[in-house]
């Protein structure tokens, strides 16, 4: 492009992690993008944790699941609040990051695996979501507070802390009971 031109081309978002497509222009944009993101990726979380629950033999393990499940339930609310306060819809595509992740998870349950070395994976791969949904939350959170919209950073670190709880919590059970089952499991 010549030098002085200003550039008319405003590329779309596409990534791996978010089928969603829509103009970015704006660290506005970018944000409401990253939450419609993070509520696809909880509305799926909320259908996958009861199956998660299910699938384990550790009552400690099933339990947190269970707990997570509510947690996610606030989640999904407090974006609908920050949305109503942006004053924007939720909708948007689904999360393929959040869908793979989740399809991960679901083929472990279809393999033939001692139950102990099922309740590893199963943690293992709460981990993995944790993690995506850490970095998400983490990001918004900041884009939050660049924009002055002091409402929304309140809840989103809400949200932020304890998914670093969850996070935490299932170390501490992988660490202390589960990892410690499933070594000894018969092969």
Not at 16 to 36: N, P, V, Y
Request: glycine share 4%; with cysteine; net charge negative.
């Amino acid at each position: 492009m010549p030098l002085g031109r200003e550039a008319k081309y405003v590329p779309k978002l596409r990534s791996a992690r978010c089928s969603f497509s829509m103009k970015i222009k704006t660290l506005r944009d970018l944000f409401i993008h990253e939450l419609k993101d993070l509520y696809s990726a909880e509305k799926q979380l909320l259908k996958a944790l009861p199956k998660m629950a299910k699938a384990t033999k550790n009552e400690e393990l099933q339990s947190a699941f269970e707990e997570h499940l509510q947690q996610t339930e606030e989640h999904v609310s407090r974006l609908e609040e920050i949305f109503e306060l942006l004053e924007t819809n939720n909708r948007g595509e689904k999360c393929v990051a959040m869908e793979g992740l989740i399809e991960e998870g679901q083929k472990m349950l279809k393999e033939d695996i001692a139950p102990e070395v099922l309740d590893a994976a199963l943690i293992a791969q709460a981990q993995r979501i944790e993690h995506y949904e850490i970095a998400g939350y983490g990001t918004v959170r900041t884009f939050a507070e660049i924009l002055d919209e002091d409402e929304a950073v309140d809840l989103l670190q809400e949200t932020l802390d304890e998914e670093k709880e969850t996070d935490e919590k299932l170390t501490e059970i992988a660490e202390s009971i589960v990892n410690v089952e499933a070594e000894s499991a018969p092969e």
